[in-house]
């Protein structure tokens, strides 16, 4: 996202937590857990507009002009720009394993992997993985609150709109300064966007085209996600039925 828009998305995120800062520690008592479902379809509908006419003609375009090798490089760089987050968060969390693994991956990436645009350290039995603070939050028990979809951001909740504007904070990126890092900011928040759409255009295209309600759908999919990322991708046995 360019630094402009970064910074209005933040604004909008502290909005949005001062509004539902009750809402976020009750239990909704709908099973979507959805109270402001009216207004997050207005949104949702806005953010399907600007992807139809914009992110995704786009991330077609660069599909067809840009060989797959470079498409990788970009994405490995991108990746391993947000490495010193991920890193942040698995110390957070105090998970030393992963906070090992990220460390390495950086070093290596950055180093034989030519600033990280090979993924050698996955080569090497190094595996990827993010961390937020969204998912710190949730590892300290601070619950997700309610259902939020949020202009050009999508899919959220109060817990992880905080998390999106700490993890800008902990992003080294953001506070260094350098004569052209205006242009290498706007650069980045620009690829990253076009990269995730970009790997993800097939998916996203199915997806539309078998869903009755679309917007039910991403909200189910994004909390499935979610609860996958914030337990490691192990099954949740906390909620299961008591025969």
């Not at 953010?47 to 470079?70: C, G, H, M, T």
């Not at 900011?185 to 997806?207: H, M, V, Y």
Request: charged share 20%.
């Amino acid at each position: 996202m360019p630094a402009t828009c970064r910074a209005l998305a933040t604004g909008t995120l502290m909005l949005v937590l001062c509004g539902c800062a009750t809402s976020a520690t009750q239990t909704i008592a709908t099973g979507d857990n959805d109270p402001y479902e009216a207004t997050n379809r207005k949104i949702f509908a806005l953010n399907q507009s600007l992807d139809k006419n914009v992110a995704r003609p786009i991330a077609v375009f660069y599909n067809r002009v840009v060989p797959e090798f470079a498409r990788d490089g970009i994405h490995n760089f991108l990746v391993n720009l947000s490495v010193p987050v991920t890193f942040a968060n698995d110390v957070l969390q105090g998970e030393a394993k992963r906070g090992v693994d990220t460390f390495g991956r950086f070093v290596v990436n950055s180093t034989v992997g030519i600033g990280g645009l090979i993924d050698v350290a996955q080569k090497t039995g190094i595996p990827e993985h993010s961390a937020d603070f969204g998912e710190t939050l949730a590892v300290y028990g601070v619950g997700e609150g309610p259902y939020l979809v949020l202009p050009t951001l999508g899919p959220s909740n109060p817990r992880d709109a905080l998390g999106y504007g700490v993890d800008i904070a902990l992003d080294p990126t953001t506070w260094i300064t350098f004569r052209s890092s205006m242009f290498f900011k706007l650069g980045r928040g620009f690829l990253t966007i076009i990269d995730e759409r970009a790997r993800n255009i097939d998916t996203l295209d199915q997806l539309e085209r078998s869903s009755v309600d679309l917007y039910a759908t991403e909200r189910s999919l994004y909390r499935q996600h979610r609860e996958a990322e914030i337990n490691h991708g192990k099954p949740n046995i906390e909620n299961l039925p008591n025969f």
